[in-house]
Structure formats: structure tokens, C-alpha cells
Antibody, heavy 121, light 107 residues
Framework: EVQLVESGGGLVQPGGSLSLSCSAS????????MHWVRQAPGKGLEYVSG????????YYADSVKGRFTISRDNSKNTLYLQMSSLRAEDTAVYYC??????????????WGQGTLVTVSS | EIVLTQSPATLSLSPGERATLSCRAS??????LAWYQQKPGQAPRLLIY???NRATGIPARFSGSGSGTDFTLTISSLEPEDFAVYYC?????????FGQGTRLEIK
């Protein structure tokens, strides 16, 4: 059974940094593209970032480009999202999402339960 | 960026009724459109991908249709567990985007 478990969320001040992790099980991380999608409280879904299975291709939403970095450690079956220069509008539940394919195709077949990031002073 | 517009924003129906949800794209997304279901406090779940393919474990009462710019998610006979928010999402090109959602509520 595929499982994605996010961790690392919490309260951070504006301008601060935070690192999210996503531990994957039930499949081999190196075979699939992976993504982060977020959802602000009471709002819809927003794509944040994606990374191909070999790490060769990365994608970032304009709203986070230059501030967020996606990475993976296939040996640990773990996906990461390093977030810096955080703003109030980054407050959201961040979901780790598995792509059905090895590249970044945008077909999101499994989602984690999410971790809440709150940016506030 | 392709904008996806879902309608209606809220749909009020009773169990056993047929639900029809719409998603319109600002330009063609070919058949690269998916539908997700999200219940309160839960992560989204993939229902339909590439316009008309049911994901693993999705009941046959869920079906998708359409291509180009106009897509429909149909639930043939609503079960109590189907009342939730539904999102469409395209993967035709970068950036991937989501619709704003349709809330399906019990009448």
C-alpha cells in the first residue's frame, strides 16, 4: 500500500525558513516523479513544485520560485521542500503527492495527509 | 496559464439523484484532465484521469467525459459518502492548474 507521510510543518515568523519532509513507503521513490501541492485554509488547491524521478527536472509555481527548493533522497525514500523568505500567504496545508509516472506528468495518483505551515508573527 | 472554471460552485442534491459537475478550460487541454474528491479534513483523492479513466478502486457510478475545453464528471446515483468538494485539474502543459472546486451538498 502506498503511503506518504509529511512532517516538518509548524509556526514560523514572516521571513523565516522551514523544511518539510515526505517519507514514502509501499513503492520505490526513485521510480516516480513527486510533487508538493498546498491548500490555504478554506481555499482551493495550488500546485507548488515538482521533481522528476532522477532529479533532473524541477518545476516551481511563480509564487514560490526563488524561495522554495524541492529535492529528494531516493536512498531514504524521502522527498523534501526547503522553504525560505516565508510570507503570510504561504500559510497552508502542504501535501506530498506522487506522480503516476517517472517524469513530472502532473497525474497525481496518491496524496499524503498533509502538514500545516503557518506563517505569522 | 490555463484557467479552469468549475460550475456550479455548489450543487445541492439528495442521495440517489444524479450529479453533473462541469469544468471548462480557457484553452484546450486535450484529454489531460483529472477529477479529485476531497472530504473535510482529508487529502484529495484521484477519481478520474485523462478525462474518462477511473482510478484504482473508484466505483463505477463515477464517470468522466469531455475533451478540449469542456469536461463533465457524472455521479450516476449519489451515495451519502459522495457529498464532498470536487476539483478538476489539467496536466496538458506547465503550469498544472486546478479549478476552484464544486461543493456537492446534501439537499
Amino acid at each position: 500500500e502506498v503511503q506518504l507521510v509529511e512532517s516538518g510543518g509548524g509556526l514560523v515568523q514572516p521571513g523565516g525558513s522551514l523544511s518539510l519532509s515526505c517519507s514514502a513507503s509501499g513503492f520505490t521513490l526513485r521510480t516516480n516523479g513527486m510533487h508538493w501541492v498546498r491548500q490555504a485554509p478554506g481555499k482551493g488547491l495550488e500546485y507548488v513544485s515538482g521533481l522528476s524521478n532522477n532529479g533532473g527536472s524541477t518545476y516551481y509555481a511563480d509564487s514560490v520560485k526563488g524561495r522554495f527548493t524541492i529535492s529528494r533522497d531516493n536512498s531514504k525514500n524521502t522527498l523534501y521542500l526547503q522553504m525560505s523568505s516565508l510570507r503570510a500567504e504561504d500559510t497552508a496545508v502542504y501535501y506530498c503527492v506522487k506522480d503516476r509516472y517517472g517524469t513530472v506528468t502532473g497525474l497525481f495518483d496518491y496524496w499524503g495527509q498533509g502538514t500545516l505551515v503557518t506563517v505569522s508573527s | 496559464e490555463i484557467v479552469l472554471t468549475q460550475s456550479p460552485a455548489t450543487l445541492s442534491l439528495s442521495p440517489g439523484e444524479r450529479a453533473t459537475l462541469s469544468c471548462r478550460a480557457s484553452q484546450s487541454v486535450s484529454s489531460y484532465l483529472a477529477w479529485y474528491q476531497q472530504k473535510p479534513g482529508q487529502a484529495p483523492r484521484l477519481l478520474i484521469y485523462d478525462a474518462s479513466n477511473r482510478a484504482t478502486g473508484i466505483p463505477a457510478r463515477f464517470s468522466g467525459s469531455g475533451s478540449g475545453t469542456d469536461f463533465t464528471l457524472t455521479i450516476s446515483s449519489l451515495e451519502p459518502e459522495d457529498f464532498a468538494v470536487y476539483y478538476c485539474q489539467h496536466r496538458n502543459n506547465w503550469p498544472f492548474t486546478f479549478g476552484q472546486g464544486t461543493r456537492l451538498e446534501i439537499k
